[in-house]
């Protein structure tokens, strides 16, 4: 974003005065959280049933499944863990309000007072870990697969590079991507923490916000917190290959690709649940890729973008 100072060359009074102005709207935005709906404590008692549709419960917080009266049905998250009594809270909601993209899950609305919830959009299909290993579920064709990871990679390089400040993803997993009717993928935004002196992190399930306090500092990220990425990627292309999901068996089956030498090899490492429905080639450049990315010495030679542009270029666009 270019500096507000460079466009005030005008020599009047009227526009200096407008300038300082849009100098300190920029550096003092408002506390309250503009782009969030609020929704009372009676409402979300109403469309939880009490709050009695408990989908998951730790030591940190409790999800709920909520129908409201417009007929829309939301994913309802009390958060124990936030102070309240400093503004972290209202920025932190600011920043995640200000996530917006196809392929990341949408915060609807929150809620404060006794209790602290957060609302976010209900996808139908439940993580791609759930499609991966659940028997009972319709096996993804190897079309989804490829489209899932330029949609993975298109939500991080929004998060990383296209966002003030910066996102950056911690952890990628099957887990915590999740897939709506159409099977299209969302990167799950769910967890808020408090913050550090100096530094404010937002914990979106496994997704950390960085907002520096010295303005010369947001918006960059180092080379090496963005390269924490690549090798984390890599493995979701290995779970998408291989339907391989567990965490404990991810570092043998990574060890596993490192050390595919053939064609025949390879052919033994697809999801058997694809059958024959697969294309040689996308699997070898697919497989390349992952390849490349678990690589840790090379991580820090290109970034997401990259990815997410040979993606594109090799597989096909896909809508972001």
């Not at 469309?47 to 499944?65: N, P």
């Not at 053939?262 to 058997?272: A, C, R």
Request: aromatic share 8%.
């Amino acid at each position: 974003m270019p500096k507000i100072r460079a466009s005030c060359s005008s020599r009047t009074r009227s526009s200096s005065n407008f300038c300082k102005f849009l100098s300190f709207i920029h550096n003092n935005p408002p506390r309250q959280v503009s782009l969030l709906k609020r929704v009372s404590y009676k409402e979300l008692d109403r469309a939880t049933d009490g709050f009695r549709r408990i989908i998951t419960c730790d030591s940190q917080s409790i999800t709920y499944e909520a129908k409201f009266r417009d007929g829309s049905v939301s994913v309802v998250k009390e958060v124990r863990s936030v102070d309240q009594r400093n503004e972290v809270f209202d920025k932190e909601l600011h920043l995640l309000g200000r996530l917006h993209h196809r392929h990341v899950v949408a915060l609807r609305a929150y809620s404060v007072g006794r209790k602290s919830f957060l609302v976010f959009e209900c996808t139908a299909k439940g993580s791609l870990k759930d499609h991966l290993n659940d028997p009972l579920k319709t096996p993804l064709s190897w079309k989804t697969r490829v489209q899932i990871a330029i949609g993975v990679a298109a939500a991080l390089e929004y998060l990383q590079f296209f966002c003030e400040p910066p996102v950056k993803h911690i952890s990628i997993s099957s887990s915590n991507i999740i897939l709506d009717e159409k099977l299209v993928p969302k990167v799950r935004t769910l967890k808020i923490i408090g913050s550090a002196p100096n530094t404010h992190y937002i914990r979106l399930s496994e997704i950390s916000v960085v907002s520096l306090t010295q303005l010369s500092n947001i918006g960059c990220l180092c080379s090496e917190e963005r390269a924490d990425v690549i090798p984390q990627y890599g493995a979701l292309l290995l779970e998408l290959i291989t339907g391989e999901s567990s965490p404990k068996e991810s570092a043998d089956v990574i060890q596993w690709i490192r050390e595919l030498r053939s064609n025949l090899s390879m052919h033994n490492i697809i999801d058997p649940d694809l059958g024959n429905s697969y294309n040689y080639k996308d699997l070898r450049d697919l497989l390349s890729v992952a390849r490349l990315c678990i690589k840790v010495e090379n991580t820090q030679a290109f970034t997401i973008s990259h990815i997410f542009w040979y993606l594109q270029k090799r597989f096909g666009n896909a809508s972001n």
